[in-house]
T-cell receptor, first 118, second 113 residues
Framework: GAVVSQHPSWVICKSGTSVKIECRSL??????MFWYRQFPKQSLMLMAT?????????EQGVEKDKFLINHASLTLSTLTVTSAHPEDSSFYIC??????????????FGPGTRLTVL | GESVGLHLPTLSVQEGDNSIINCAYS??????FIWYKQESGKGPQFIID?????DKRQGQRVTVLLNKTVKHLSLQIAATQPGDSAVYFC????????????FGQGTILTVHP
């Protein structure tokens, strides 16, 4: 149980285009989803926290107009990288908490999405 | 072998050895700590957790030690296997039930057959 999926697993796009990444909780209701970015050989950096039905809370330094997050249902959150540039190339990982896990503490992580912007 | 997360981000051990991975966390208000394993190109995988009211917790082949006095966390892996090769991250949680995690730097563990 407590499986989180991401789609696509990898994407290559041209500079200036927008890319949407989906994060789904497959067998539980995710009241909260988190989006992380990870550059090579580095740690995970939290970008934003999204609660179902409300606006996402962005971490300091993360542009909310560039990284659009929508958490429209208890099983789906999307991250859209708008007008992507090569510096946005990274590994994007989502996680979810909700009705499964250890009293709301545990985050279940997706497998990640590798974004390459040419 | 032993690593200090901030100064020695890689740890190489022989198969069968015990591994110790260290982590210094930042916030004395953190009340929940987790160790994750991340293999190349994949998301983090939960290994073991510990709450701030404990100083030791054991799992299968893994033990986590928490020293709140010096804000230090360690992960001990017994009889390390090649399949344990990965990057290991500690993460701290601040705020009961909120779930927001701050990840540490990470340590690359390489296990040689």
């Amino acid at each position: 149980g407590a499986v989180v999926s991401q789609h696509p697993s990898w994407v290559i796009c041209k500079s200036g285009t927008s890319v949407k990444i989906e994060c789904r909780s497959l067998d539980f209701q995710a009241t909260t989803m988190f989006w992380y970015r990870q550059f090579p050989k580095q740690s995970l950096m939290l970008m934003a926290t999204s609660n179902e039905g409300s606006k996402a809370t962005y971490e300091q330094g993360v542009e909310k107009d560039k990284f659009l997050i929508n958490h429209a249902s208890l099983t789906l959150s999307t991250l859209t990288v708008t007008s992507a540039h090569p510096e946005d190339s990274s590994f994007y990982i989502c996680s979810a908490t909700g009705t499964s896990g250890r009293s709301g503490y545990e985050q279940f992580f997706g497998p990640g999405t590798r974004l390459t912007v040419l | 072998g032993e690593s200090v997360g901030l100064h020695l981000p890689t740890l190489s051990v022989q198969e069968g050895d015990n591994s110790i991975i260290n982590c210094a966390y930042s916030n004395s208000a953190s009340d929940y700590f987790i160790w994750y394993k991340q293999e190349s190109g994949k998301g983090p995988q939960f290994i073991i957790d510990i709450r701030s009211n404990m100083d030791k917790r054991q799992g299968q082949r893994v033990t986590v030690l928490l020293n709140k006095t010096v804000k230090h966390l360690s992960l001990q892996i017994a009889a390390t296997q090649p399949g344990d090769s990965a990057v290991y991250f500690c993460a701290e949680n601040i705020g009961v039930g909120y779930g927001k995690l701050t990840f540490g730097q990470g340590t690359i563990l390489t296990v040689h057959p």
